[in-house]
């Protein structure tokens, strides 16, 4: 290639992250020519529909995506579609004939990312996703890079920002969960079948990366312990503010007895933490290292923009590495590790009941636990309804082991006074 050659880069996929990849390349490309020492050009983009009017030039378009992928000129492949068909066999066949390939698909690097970062691997050729968790903040280069030298001891992340914005409209406008979900598929913020992100499934990819990458073992997403928001109410939204916490939708993955537990649930954490103040649709990750210390990353974790930064810095570096005729390196994840299951977890816990407004009610819930190793700490009470003698409890567990806590659950439960456990809730300390 002469040396005043443009980087020949095919884009998979115009839809949100395309057109941001695109439209940054054309926005800033006297500085990207500048940084990579040579221009970097789109010579073809694929999608699915060529009758959709699009902010680039037509004749760049095809609907032939494996085609482009095998045209002599591309340089390098962006897979900005997402799902793993037909993503999958359009990165394999890019990194097999010695393509470079940045791609946005957290599912397609949790599900397929050992297969796929081996395959790179043994064709010499760079896989980078830095854009496939946390949308514009970096995090996969410095767990790959900067961080690597650390026994990671704790990584927390809030990593869906469809979930924390619901999250945050009932905490601070006090909506209940379902208007403040209409609300985000209003706006935009959630799709109309939300279950990927309300269910947690779009954290536990991205945990199961970061993971990956941090512990330098595969964490298999299928195993990535995994509940969602429905269950959180504005009442709880209540209780955990006068507790002097927030509920967050956390991804926390932490080694313990030679493997680790990764896991995905609403949380208590207190209002102190970093992690409590990152609202709407906003992401972090903190992280403790044994030499680094706390560190938190925050910033905008999906949207056209922030996304397309962290595609067209990964495509940078790519092409950097095209220009000086060499490949980088891509990290090899190991073997997949067997994950801990939440039964073995240890933890504090939230509860809150609805009770018989009785004397000895409280001592009786206190008893059951301790049956089971469970100690009490803080707790609130409220009447719900004063003529039927219906009360509610909250309260806080010390730290225990989460199958005693089911256990003494489930004996609460079973008392005469207990009219209903209507939630229950992990606190992270
Ligand atoms: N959106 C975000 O904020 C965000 C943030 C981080 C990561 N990501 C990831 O980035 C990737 C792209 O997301 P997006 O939001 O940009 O998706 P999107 O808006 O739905 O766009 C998808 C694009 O892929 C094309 N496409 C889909 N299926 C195809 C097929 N079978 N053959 C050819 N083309 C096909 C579509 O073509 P048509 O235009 O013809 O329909 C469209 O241009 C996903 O992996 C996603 O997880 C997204």
Redesign the pocket.
């Known amino acids: 290639m002469p040396s005043s050659a443009a980087i020949r880069v095919a884009i ?7 057109e941001g990849a695109y439209r940054m390349l054309e926005d800033n490309r006297e500085a990207i020519t500048r940084k990579v020492g040579r221009p970097v050009e789109v010579v073809g983009i ?4 060529l009758t ?1 009017s699009r902010t680039a030039p037509r004749s760049l378009f095809t ?1 032939d ?1 494996p085609k482009l992928v095998r045209r002599e000129d591309v340089d390098v492949v962006l897979e ?4 793993l068909d ?1 993503a999958a066999s359009l990165v394999e066949q890019a990194l097999e004939r010695g393509v470079p390939v940045v791609t ?5 690097i949790a599900k397929q990312g050992r297969e796929l970062l081996s395959l790179a691997g043994r064709h010499h050729v760079d896989l980078h996703f830095e ?2 968790v946390g ?1 514009g903040i970096p995090l996969v280069q410095p767990l790959k890079h900067q961080l690597a030298g650390n026994d990671v001891l704790k990584l927390i992340g809030i990593l869906n920002g469809t979930t924390n914005t619901i999250l945050t409209r009932m905490a601070v406008d006090g909506a209940g969960f379902d208007e403040a979900l209409r609300e985000a598929q209003e706006l935009g913020y959630a799709e109309a079948d939300p279950t990927n992100d309300v269910d947690g499934y779009d954290a536990a990819y991205k945990l199961a990366i970061l993971g990956s990458i941090a512990f330098g073992r595969q964490v298999p997403v299928d195993q990535v312990y995994r509940e969602g928001i429905r269950r959180v109410s504005q009442v709880d939204m209540h209780f955990a503010d006068v507790l002097g916490y927030a509920i967050k939708l956390l991804a926390i993955i932490e080694p313990a007895h030679e493997t680790l537990f990764a896991r995905v649930h609403p949380t208590l954490i207190p209002r102190t933490h970093p992690l409590a103040g990152v609202d709407g649709v906003y992401n972090a990750v903190w992280l403790h290292g044994d030499f680094v210390g706390d560190l938190m990353f925050s910033g905008r974790g ?3 923009d922030p ?1 397309a930064s962290a595609v067209i810095g990964d495509l940078i570096g790519v092409a950097r590495d095209v220009v000086a005729g060499q490949s980088g390196q891509p990290i090899l994840w190991g073997e997949p590790i067997d994950l801990l299951p939440i039964a073995d977890l240890e933890t504090s816990y939230y509860v809150r009941l609805n009770v018989q407004d009785r004397p000895k009610v409280l001592g009786q819930i206190a008893l059951e636990f301790g049956h089971h190793d469970v100690g009490l700490s803080a707790m609130e009470m409220r009447v719900i309804d004063r003529k039927r003698e219906l009360g509610e409890i909250v309260f806080l567990t010390h730290r225990c082991r989460e199958s005693d806590f089911r256990a003494g659950l489930a004996s609460v439960a079973a008392l005469d006074a207990i009219v209903e456990v209507c939630s229950d809730f992990r606190v992270e300390a």
Do not use: C
């Open positions: 998979l996929g115009f839809g949100t992250v395309g694929g999608v699915r529909d959709r609907n995506l900005l579609i997402g799902g037909p946005a698909n957290k599912e397609l854009a496939a949308g999906a949207g056209s996304t």
